[in-house]
């Protein structure tokens, strides 16, 4: 046997494959999934990663394979990592990206840590990503799928050299997704069809805002929506409903388009615009972690993606005096560059060239925002429609 992995198998497709392919190398496999459905989670036979069901089909799936399959109660845990910080980020006006902190915190600290007492020597996940030992620099790397249009390493941008060394993702080498149905279809599973989960997981069908109305009702009080000039032109029902590029529930009356380019949570305010007050260059990285490279200390010439679904675009990455902490500046300017989401960094060479990824962190607002309210109206002329 090459090893013990403990396979994270969330009941989906990707998961079950990964889990059976390792076992077909070699590795000494054992079937793990956790519990982290909340009381309003969907339980029906497609129910996301989160449902009663999705635990089922990992059982049967497990059992098709021929591993043991072990349920670990991490419901608490994902709630205080995941879902508290999902609530409170939008109460201050972000966007925030729930997959990240859920990979970090929950998937690659508390379950690598889990992996371990059992005595797995790795964890594998259904992630479409690739990791790699490059011996020239002594370092584990994480890259992108050779399937881009799957691709997942944005949302793994916090995986550190001890997860890295320590994690199997072998759904990163192949052709794409329909490669892993074939073979889920070819093993006999029955979920090789399922569909893909497309949402939130601990998101009800309802939707987010509803979820957030009876998390956090204080959150939703009334406020201005401005212009760019300092303005009011309408009032919103709480800036949890709203971010960066939204055009829905906003005031009508305008000849052009209107979006949101700001939101002042401070202030209680949504400010608005036209598309092209949407468009920045420069933008603010906080809590960065890196992983090709130890840090930077003088700029670097990197790739950047800002969006799980966005494409990377050319940009300066510059250093700052605290070490989690840099700025960005796009070659081109970008649309809705959105505090709370991630910015991740890639690099590489030759036939890797932006590949790699070497780092990424949180956006902050300080310059990021998208659009900046004209000088002397940030306080004085808002505050005074609040």
Same mark, same amino acid.
């Given at each position: 046997?090459?090893?013990?992995?403990?396979? /994270?198998?969330?009941? *989906?497709? &990707?998961?079950?494959? !990964?889990?059976?392919?390792?076992?077909?190398?070699?590795?000494? $496999?054992? @079937?793990?999934?956790?519990?982290?459905?909340?009381?309003?989670?969907?339980?029906?036979?497609?129910?996301?990663?989160?449902?009663?069901?999705?635990?089922?089909?990992?059982?049967?799936?497990?059992?098709?394979?021929?591993?043991?399959?072990?349920?670990?109660?991490?419901?608490?845990?994902?709630?205080?990592?995941?879902?508290?910080?999902?609530?409170?980020?939008?109460?201050?006006?972000?966007?925030?990206?729930?997959?990240?902190?859920?990979?970090?915190?929950?998937?690659?600290?508390?379950?690598?840590?889990? /992996?371990?007492?059992? *005595?797995? &020597?790795?964890?594998? !996940?259904?992630?479409?990503?690739?990791?790699?030992?490059?011996? $020239?620099? @002594?370092?584990?790397?994480?890259?992108?799928?050779?399937?881009?249009?799957?691709?997942?390493?944005?949302?793994?941008?916090?995986?550190?050299?001890?997860?890295?060394?320590?994690?199997?993702?072998?759904?990163?080498?192949?052709?794409?997704?329909?490669?892993?149905?074939?073979?889920?279809?070819?093993?006999?599973?029955?979920?090789?069809?399922?569909?893909?989960?497309?949402?939130?997981?601990?998101?009800?069908?309802?939707?987010?805002?509803?979820?957030?109305?009876?998390?956090?009702?204080?959150?939703?009080?009334?406020?201005?929506?401005?212009?760019?000039?300092?303005?009011?032109?309408?009032?919103?029902?709480?800036?949890?409903?709203?971010?960066? @590029?939204?055009?829905?529930?906003?005031?009508?009356?305008?000849?052009?388009?209107?979006?949101?380019?700001?939101?002042?949570?401070?202030?209680?305010?949504?400010?608005?615009?036209?598309?092209?007050?949407?468009?920045?260059?420069?933008?603010?990285?906080?809590?960065?972690?890196?992983?090709?490279?130890?840090?930077?200390?003088?700029?670097?010439?990197?790739?950047?993606?800002?969006?799980?679904?966005?494409?990377?675009?050319?940009?300066?990455?510059?250093?700052?005096?605290?070490?989690?902490?840099?700025?960005?500046?796009?070659?081109?300017?970008?649309?809705?560059?959105?505090?709370?989401?991630?910015?991740?960094?890639?690099?590489?060479?030759?036939?890797?060239?932006?590949?790699?990824?070497?780092?990424?962190?949180?956006?902050?607002?300080?310059?990021?925002?998208?659009?900046?309210?004209?000088?002397?109206?940030?306080?004085?002329?808002?505050?005074?429609?609040?």
């Amino acid at each position: 046997m090459k090893g013990v992995v403990a396979a /994270a198998m969330s009941g *989906g497709v &990707d998961s079950a494959v !990964t889990a059976a392919l390792l076992k077909q190398q070699g590795y000494d $496999v054992i @079937g793990i999934t956790l519990q982290i459905w909340q009381e309003h989670s969907d339980t029906g036979k497609y129910g996301g990663c989160c449902s009663l069901g999705a635990v089922e089909d990992a059982r049967r799936a497990a059992a098709k394979i021929g591993i043991p399959h072990y349920v670990l109660n991490f419901r608490e845990y994902f709630a205080d990592k995941v879902i508290d910080n999902f609530v409170s980020e939008y109460s201050k006006g972000r966007t925030p990206n729930p997959c990240v902190e859920c990979n970090r915190s929950v998937k690659f600290e508390e379950l690598l840590r889990h /992996a371990r007492d059992l *005595g797995a &020597d790795y964890l594998a !996940t259904g992630h479409y990503a690739r990791i790699r030992y490059n011996e $020239v620099s @002594g370092r584990h790397e994480l890259l992108r799928a050779y399937d881009t249009s799957k691709d997942q390493s944005y949302a793994l941008y916090t995986l550190g050299q001890e997860a890295l060394a320590r994690t199997l993702m072998p759904l990163g080498s192949l052709a794409g997704k329909h490669e892993t149905r074939k073979i889920a279809s070819e093993l006999g599973l029955a979920l090789a069809n399922k569909p893909d989960s497309q949402e939130i997981c601990f998101v009800p069908k309802e939707g987010y805002i509803s979820f957030l109305e009876k998390k956090a009702p204080a959150i939703f009080s009334p406020g201005p929506i401005v212009d760019l000039s300092g303005n009011r032109v309408g009032t919103h029902e709480g800036i949890a409903m709203y971010t960066i @590029g939204q055009r829905k529930r906003l005031p009508g009356g305008s000849s052009r388009p209107i979006v949101v380019v700001k939101l002042l949570a401070d202030l209680n305010t949504v400010v608005i615009g036209y598309e092209e007050d949407l468009l920045q260059s420069e933008f603010d990285v906080l809590n960065c972690t890196w992983s090709a490279i130890d840090g930077i200390s003088e700029p670097i010439e990197a790739l950047c993606k800002i969006r799980y679904n966005g494409s990377s675009s050319a940009a300066l990455i510059l250093p700052s005096t605290e070490p989690t902490v840099v700025s960005g500046r796009f070659r081109e300017p970008q649309r809705a560059i959105t505090p709370g989401q991630a910015a991740v960094f890639y690099g590489g060479t030759g036939d890797e060239s932006g590949q790699v990824v070497l780092g990424g962190g949180t956006i902050d607002d300080l310059r990021a925002g998208n659009a900046r309210l004209p000088m002397g109206t940030q306080t004085s002329q808002v505050a005074s429609q609040c």
